[in-house]
Each structure stands twice: as C-alpha cells, then as structure tokens.
C-alpha cells in the first residue's frame, strides 16, 4: 500500500494523477495542498470574549478547457479530484493510507499577553476610553502546489491580523478609534502598546466630533490605509475577470488614465506586507506588476483562466482565501509610488478639505467605475492646518476621474492592510503608499 | 502567563456543557455570462467543532476534516489540552434522535437552463449582459451536547448572484441575490419575473434621463436594499449586546420600536428560509420568535448564556466555518401591515424608488447612523420619470424602523454570513437624500 506522509507527498500524488489522466483535455490547471491552523476571535471587556481554532485541511484542482475553468476541492485528503474532475471517481485510492502528520499546535499565550497589553495601552491614554474590541486572527499556513506544465512549488503564508476599535466617551458624545495593524508573519512583529496606544489618539481625537461638510472638497488621504481609496476606487476594474467583462479600462492600455507622477504596482513580493506571497493559489511565481506608470495603463491582473481567455501569461494574481474556493484575479499589495511632497505640504496647499486618517471599507461598480467608502476617522482641513473632527462620512466618486484628479504626492509610503471581499472570497489585501490628495471627491451626507 | 490563565473563565467550563458539532457539506457552483458556461466549481467539505459553552462566554472551537470519528477525538483533545487538565471533554455518546428538515432532496443547477435564463436578455450584439453566479450547498449536520443524544438535520441552500449590465444613454449595473433551497425554487424566481424585472429595472435607470435633484419625502426601498438596512439592525436585538451596553434597543421590552405596522420574527425553519435549520448551532430546537410585534419589542435574540436577559434561548448560530457560536440571526421574516403598493401604481407625486445601493454601511451598532450612494427612479410632480443616479443617502436605522409606512409585497431574501433575512421592499420617510 503506498504510504503518504506529508503534504507535499500529497501534491506530487495528485499532480500525477492529473498529468496522466487529464493532460489529454486541459493543457493548463493546478493542484493545491492547504494546511495550517488559524486562531481568530474577540477581545472584549478585558479578556477574550471568544476563541476559533480551527486547523485548515484541503486540497484542490483547477483546470482551464474550452468549457472555462473546472475547480473541485475537499478537506477530506482521500477525496479523488482528479476523477472527479475526469468522470472516474474512486478509481485507485484504495491502495493509498493517509498518515500524515498534524500541523503543529496553536499557541495562544503570546496572543493573549499582546491582547492585554494592547488594551492596557489604550485604557491608560485617557480615562476617557472606555471600552476596547479587538478582533483578531493569527494564521499559520503552507500551502503545496503544482502546475500541469511542471511548475512546483510551495509557500508560507503566515498572518497576523488585528482590527483595534478603542470606544472613548465625554458624556455627550461617543468615538470610535479603529487601527488595523497586520502583517505577514508572526504577532512578534506587531507591537501591542503602539498598535493600543494609536487607536487610542484616534478614539480621542474623535470626541466632539461634527458632522461632515456637504459637497465637493479637496481631500487629503493619508499613506497606508488610505490607499484602500486606490484600491477600491481604480484597481478592482483592472483585475481579468472584469476586463473581460468591458471594465472602464478593458480597451484602456497605454492610454493615459490618471494624472501623470501616478505610478501604481501590484506587488506580491514586498517583505512583510500581508498580500505577498511567493507562490499565488495556483502555483504561478508571483511577480510584481505595474499597473499604471506615470499616468499611463500598462496592465491587467490575471489568474490562469483569465489569462488563457485574454490570450496572455497569468500575471500571478490567482488568490483564494483557502484551496476549498476557486481562484479568481484579485489583488496582492497595491502599491502607490512616492511623489515629491512632503505630507505638511500637501495640508497647507489645501485652503478648505478634508482629512481622512483611517478609511473603512469601499465598493465599486466595476463596469461603470462608480465607488463609496467609508472614512472612519477624519478631521477638517481649515487654512492649510488640520481643524475640528468629523464623524465617520462617505466619501464617493468615479475611479476613472480620482486618477486624474491626484494632484500632490507625498513620500511618506507607509504599509497598512485591508480585507478585499469579491464573490463572497475575503482575502487579505496590503495597501502601501504615501498620502496624497484628490482635488475633489464627494463628501458627506448629501450635495447642494 | 499559564494556559489555564489565558482561557480564564474556561476551567469552570469542565462542568459546563460541552458540545460535539459537525457539518459535512457539498457545494457546487456555475457561473454562466450571456450564454456561455465560464466556470464550474465543486467542494467537499467537512468540518467538526468541539465548543465549550460556558457562562462567562468564552468557548474553545476547533475545526478538522472530514467529520469522522477521530477527528471528533482530536478536536475534544485538543480543547482539553487548551484549557488545562480540568477540562477533559469527552465525545458524547451517538443517538438516534434524528430528524429531517423537509428540503428537497439534493439536486444540481442545470447549466442548460442558466445559459437558457442568461441569453434571452442578452442576444449577440445585445446591449444587456446577463452574469448568473449560480451556488448550491447542501449540509448533513449533527450536534450533540454532553449527555444528549446526537441530533442529525439535513439542509440545503441555493443561491443565484445575477448582474445585469446595460449600456444605454447611461452605462447601469444592477446586481441581486436570489435565495432559496434548491436549485428549482431560484430557477422559479428568475423564471417567474425575477430576472425580467431587474431587466427592466436596470434598463430604465439606463435609458430616462437623469434627474439632478430629488425632493421625495417618501421613498420606496427595493427589497435587495430594505434587507440589507434591517440585517444592520439585527445586532442591536441580540441578548449579549443588550448586556453589553452595546444596543440602542436594551430595556425596552414593550415599548415602541418601529411602526405599528412591522412585525419581524425569527424562525431559521421557517417556510420561506433558505438554509432550513430545526435546531440552533447549540442544540437548541427553533420555533418562531417574535421579535417585533406591530411595533413593540417583544424578545430578543438569545442563548443559554443570556437567558436572563431574554428566555428565549435557541438563536446561536456558527460562522461559515464552524467558528465560535454567537448569539444572531438564523432566519428573519420581516412583515408590513397593509396591502402592498407598487411604484408603479402610486398616483402621489414625488416618490423616489431606490433600486441599487452601493457602499452601504453603518458607523455602529449604538448610533444607528448609515450612509450609502443610491441609484433608482424617480416620479417627479407632473409625473415624468426619471432616472437617479449615485445619489448620497443617509439615514438611521432606528429612525428607520419608526419611518416605514408600506410595503411594495416583492420580497427579497439577504445572507449574511449563515444568516438570512426576507422582507418586503418598503415605503419609508425620514431618509435625506442629496442630489448625484
């Protein structure tokens, strides 16, 4: 009886099997072995309020033919893909035993001293604070893979995930603070008091709040997490799927689509940054991608079977959040290049804006390139210097149209992370860049 | 730190209940554009959890594959090494105590009724695409807490995203979710009028000129929209958030929460669910809960570990995964007085209906407070049609509540995450809504 120890003995099994019996039919597609455990939960009124483990289990294959992408996955590792996939199932497995090895155990201590300290940071910045949420997610994996062409290969994809909302009150009025510290790799390279601390000025600075202005302003985004207003706004157009489906940019390359000095890369090898990735879920190596160089469309973000349909070479961007979804063309870190600017600058060059500090969560409309977000913390811009706070507002434009309004560039590229959500996947997303500013988006509740 | 420190609350858990639950599940996906089959996805997948259901509400949850027996020992070893060697849950014993909950039997998507449903909106040429993402899912799942029989439900789901794209004076998509249990109830909605109407719907936004101002004091919310808004109310019912401080609605059983005219239940096997549950992801069986009786709060979602906040104790659902239970929705039928008013047949003037909405959010849970941009169609005085687009709308979602006065009697269903939502496209007043 042939013996399987480990998962990477478990890709080349299935990777055989598919070269033999399906390289007739389909000359691209990949296999995927997923393994690893994830802890998430919330923090709340001290202590943990409740606690996941879960050890990730499966395995997949994808293959493109001319009835478009075919994917089969399970947790179950004796389930028989490839005859799935080939109308034979349970052909041969029952000379296979499985005996491979647990992923190694979860550890919650560092976890839970983090959580403590983080909240210790926020409660001591004021006694104005008066409740800490943390949602977190520490995930260890390793995924296997391999392509019917012979590419194999596997990857890490460690993550450590916090979503900080530190809630502070002044009798008559409540704020929310939210930071969302994240990063590839363990929870040792986030500090807890600075992450604590941060949200904590954030939840402070909020206090006393208005309302948002009415209309169009000038609004300065800041670096990192802002950069979520990219990604949601001009990015999500350029992926395959929907170019294929006439996205604003689909017949857009090597026009001009943003103000020049706008330079923006799709970059899956940045150290750290929680969308990187060495290998992407089908087992292409992953390559940055630039996008936009100064102003000008120079490229889209494929997976395999987008890539076959726009008759190029996957860019590398085939993600799924586990091997259990099929992949689709997403995002890695998107990445805005620095400009010139410093950040008090582009302040003072604003008579009247707005600031957004922390943007929540966006949505586009691919096919007309209309997008909403939420800005969660922000302050108005009053004669070049940041005034009063403002409650958390949307913010919305046409993506198309923010490119060509980026009028000021700074340099102060910072890496934050966000979740990108599409068809139901949510997967880990980076957002680097520098602030900047847009001469005009809407803002607030309505327009006169 | 000790582990047993870090799980503090959890030692005392040894004598709490314990609860063994697993799910195997089968999905299939299909997603058909104008015609032509882009991608077939199919997924097994098992999951066990072994959860500690304690009083200070911390719970220990891992999650394997597949769900056979030694996976269940592995996880219940698991949980005892993590909370220390007081707790050492064991496997409980299997019942017979099984039961069914009456959906169809499992059955798939037909790839040639989707290219069928796809292309007769969208012939070459055509300037309307029609993208249908069709899901199935069907689940075996057994849930046994400590000396209690295992009890075993079968259950399906099935689920159409369709996006309609038209290219006329405007460049419009629109994008609805259809629920149900099997493939054949959603092929009945898009079959029925489902899909031609939000057809229509899109090609109309697309083709009457666009308004730039909207006065309307009442505005009718698409059920695609209406449910999505009371999903975010959902929150503030539950029991733990009630506890917590964390819900605008806590102490205020009896009192006037909404309209005279709403009635929203809970009941995860209620006809018209998807995802049809008879028992809670704790054990307990479900029935109606009635959450707002014409207005007045009556009960809040609950579990054990708030049963004397609320007594109604079988409202835990789990995350997609298996995650941790907590306290939310399983299924929830909102319901409106009066017979229904259709847009279409209202003689006031100056009446807006919202059919898209995009960026939907709201700030939290306490305030109530949300925003998002909406797109629709508008009636103005002297009776001209016209169409709205991207227009910033706000409101707040207790207000809301208060402000709904009709029902246009076209449901729509909404998931999130594991819970579902049907109501009726309603009528509503309070809203402010900007110019585009």
């Known amino acids: 009886m042939k013996q399987i120890r480990d998962a990477g003995a478990m890709r080349d099994f299935h990777l055989e099997r598919a070269r033999t019996k399906l390289s007739s039919r389909f000359s691209v597609g990949s296999i995927a072995v997923d393994r690893g455990v994830r802890i998430k939960g919330r923090w709340v009124n001290q202590r943990i309020d409740s606690l996941t483990v879960e050890r990730i289990s499966g395995h997949s294959i994808g293959v493109h033919g001319e009835g478009g992408l075919i994917h089969a996955s399970s947790t179950d590792p004796t389930d028989d893909l490839v005859g799935r996939i080939s109308d034979s199932e349970n052909t041969d497995f029952s000379e296979v035993a499985v005996i491979e090895q647990a992923f190694s155990a979860p550890q919650l201590v560092p976890l839970s001293n983090w959580l403590r300290v983080a909240d210790a940071a926020a409660r001591s910045a004021s006694p104005s604070v008066v409740q800490v949420v943390i949602d977190f997610e520490v995930t260890d994996r390793h995924l296997w893979f391999g392509q019917l062409t012979g590419t194999v290969g596997d990857d890490s994809r460690s993550l450590t995930y916090m979503i900080l909302r530190v809630i502070a009150s002044d009798g008559s009025s409540l704020s929310t603070g939210f930071f969302t510290p994240a990063t590839r790799g363990g929870i040792d390279l986030l500090d807890a008091e600075t992450c604590g601390t941060e949200a904590a000025r954030r939840s402070l600075g909020g206090l006393g709040a208005r309302s948002a202005p009415i209309g169009e302003l000038p609004v300065v985004v800041s670096g990192g997490r802002g950069i979520v207003m990219l990604h949601e706004a001009c990015c999500h157009p350029l992926e395959g799927d929907e170019v294929l489906r006439g996205s604003t940019y689909a017949d857009q390359i090597g026009k001009p689509v943003a103000a020049s000095g706008v330079t923006i890369v799709d970059d899956p090898l940045l150290e750290n940054a929680v969308g990187s990735y060495s290998f992407d879920d089908e087992g292409t190596p992953a390559r940055s991608t630039v996008v936009i160089r100064d102003g000008q469309l120079t490229g889209f973000l494929t997976d395999l079977d987008t890539a076959a349909r726009m008759g190029c070479v996957s860019s590398g961007n085939g993600r799924s959040p586990s091997a259990l979804h099929a992949p689709l063309p997403r995002m890695t870190n998107t990445c805005l290049l620095p400009g010139p600017h410093t950040p008090e600058e582009l302040l003072s060059a604003t008579p009247l804006g707005l600031y957004a500090e922390h943007v929540g969560g966006g949505e586009v409309v691919e096919a007309t390139g209309r997008f909403t977000f939420r800005v969660t913390n922000a302050f108005m811009i009053r004669d070049g210097q940041l005034a009063e706070p403002v409650l958390e507002t949307t913010v919305s434009g046409h993506g198309g149209q923010v490119l060509r309004d980026i009028d000021m560039i700074a340099g102060d590229v910072a890496v934050s992370a966000a979740r990108c959500g599409k068809f139901g996947q949510k997967v880990p997303v980076g957002v680097v860049g520098p602030s900047f500013r847009v001469a005009k988006l809407l803002v607030g509740g309505y327009s006169e | ?436």
């Not at chain 2, 300037?127 to 000396?147: C, F, N, P």
């Not at chain 2, 807006?352 to 941009?373: C, E, K, P, R, W």
């Open chain 2, 1 to 436: 730190v000790s582990t047993a420190e870090v799980v503090q609350g959890i030692q005392a858990a040894a004598t709490e209940d314990v609860e063994i639950w697993t799910v195997e599940t089968t999905a299939r996906d299909v997603v058909v554009r104008d015609g032509v089959v882009e991608r077939h996805g199919s997924s097994t997948h098992d999951t066990v959890t072994t959860e500690l259901l304690t009083p200070q509400g911390t719970g220990f949850v891992t999650t394997h594959g597949p769900a056979d027996g030694t996976a269940v020992v592995e996880t219940a070893r698991d949980v005892a090494r993590l909370v220390g060697s007081r707790a050492q849950p064991t496997p409980v014993s299997t019942g017979t105590n099984s039961l069914t909950s009456g959906s169809a039997p499992h059955e798939h998507f037909n790839d040639d009724d989707l290219v069928r449903l796809s292309s007769q909106y969208s012939p070459q040429g055509s300037d309307v695409h029609v993208e249908i993402r069709a899901h199935e899912e069907y689940w075996k799942v057994g849930t046994a807490l400590s000396a209690d029989a295992t009890r075993m439900y079968e259950t399906s789901l099935a689920e159409a995203i369709c996006r309609v794209t038209v290219e006329k004076r405007y460049r419009v998509q629109l994008t609805q979710y259809y629920f149900g249990r099997n493939q054949s109830e959603i092929t009945g909605l898009l079959q029925g009028n489902g899909l031609s109407r939000q057809v229509e719907q899109a090609y109309m936004m697309a083709t009457l000129l666009g308004s730039p101002g909207h006065s309307a004091d009442r505005v009718l919310l698409h059920s695609r929209i209406s449910t999505r808004l009371l999903m975010m109310a959902m929150p503030s019912l539950a029991a733990d958030a009630v506890e917590q401080q964390r819900s605008r609605l806590a102490n205020l059983i009896g009192a006037s929460v909404a309209s005279p005219k709403v009635t929203v239940v809970e009941n995860a096997a209620a006809e018209v669910a998807p995802l049809p549950r008879p028992w809670d992801d704790t054990g307990r069986p479900v029935r109606d809960v009635t959450l707002i009786n014409h207005g007045t709060l009556e009960n809040y979602l609950s579990s054990p570990r708030t049963a004397h906040i609320s007594p109604v104790t079988s409202t835990s659902w789990r995350g997609v995964d298996g995650e941790s239970s907590a306290i939310g929705v399983g299924h929830v039928t909102c319901s409106v007085d009066d017979e229904p008013e259709r847009f279409e047949d209202l003689q006031s003037p100056e009446h807006l209906h919202i059919l898209q909405a995009n960026g939907l959010h709201m700030s939290n849970d306490v305030t109530g407070n949300f925003s998002f941009v909406g797109s629709g169609i508008s009636v103005k005085k002297d009776g001209q049609l016209t169409s709205v687009h991207d227009a910033p709308i706000s409101g707040n979602i207790f207000d809301l509540l208060k402000g709904i006065d009709g029902h246009d009697g076209i449901r729509a269903t909404w998931r999130s995450g594991n819970s579902f939502l049907t109501a009726p496209g309603l009528w509503v007043r309070g809203l402010t809504v900007g110019a585009s």
